[in-house]
């Protein structure tokens, strides 16, 4: 039910692009995106909904299949203040939403 | 306060006492859900209050767990007979009625059993 995210860690320069996979097994209402730094709790990001929608905020956006039950975020040109531990978040009933196990980003100078 | 407030911040007790680790959500959000972050680990979904509703109890890891929400409003995740391997960062958040909604999170209660 967990849905799996990929890679479980990455490690970029500054500028680097990157992307962060987040699959379900199971059909999708919607799918959130968060980010966590060390210490602190989850910022939210953005929600995509049905419908192949793409959604930006910032460098960071994000496309969500929902046939595949897919989505993927992809942060271009990253900066320093990128870093952290990226969380997706499926809705598939009941409005209950279940996290990823996360994706660790560094960002290097 | 505007965001979602969660109390202690820390606390640290023997191994068999019984905790109780209270949120305080943002004023108007109907949904409020308990989730459990061990170190370095993801976010473990444990309860989700969703207005009079009753709760979806089933991420509950044991029955020594068990959480209320009095008037709609402040919930109170207790642990009964506590576990070394209780301990972890508990979080809560609250949205407003939840379909498509931003979670707004807590700092989270660092739970320590000694």
């Known amino acids: 039910q967990q849905p799996v995210q990929s890679p479980q860690a990455v490690i970029l320069r500054e500028g680097e692009d990157a992307v962060i996979n987040c699959s379900s097994s199971?059909?999708?209402?919607?799918v959130h995106w968060y980010r966590q730094k060390h210490g602190e709790a989850p910022v939210f990001l953005m929600i995509?909904?049905?419908?192949?929608e793409q959604k930006g905020h910032e460098k960071i956006s994000a496309s969500f299949n929902e046939k595949k039950q897919q989505s993927s975020l992809y942060l271009t040109a990253s900066q320093l203040s990128y870093s952290g531990t990226y969380f997706c978040?499926?809705?598939?009933?009941?409005?209950?939403?279940?996290f990823g196990s996360g994706t660790r980003l560094s960002i290097r100078p | 306060g505007a965001g979602v407030s969660q109390s202690p911040s820390n606390k640290v007790t023997e191994k068999g006492k019984d905790v109780e680790l209270r949120c305080d959500p943002i004023?108007?959000?109907?949904?409020l859900y308990w989730y459990r972050q061990s170190l370095g680990q993801g976010l473990e979904f444990l309860i989700y209050?969703?207005?009079?509703?009753?709760?979806?109890k089933s991420g509950l890891p044991s029955d020594r767990f068990s959480a209320e929400r009095t008037g709609g409003s402040v919930s109170t995740l207790t642990i009964q007979r506590t576990q070394q391997e209780d301990s972890a960062v508990y979080l809560c958040?609250?949205?407003?009625?939840?379909?498509?909604?931003?979670?707004?999170f807590g700092d989270g209660t660092r739970l320590s059993i000694l």
């Open positions: 209050f969703q207005g009079n509703s009753a709760p979806d």
């Open positions: 958040a609250s949205s407003f009625y939840s379909d498509n909604q931003p979670q707004h």
């Open positions: 004023s108007g959000h109907t949904a």
């Open positions: 978040g499926v809705e598939s009933s009941a409005s209950k939403i279940i």
């Open positions: 995509l909904l049905k419908g192949g």
């Open positions: 199971k059909a999708l209402y919607s």
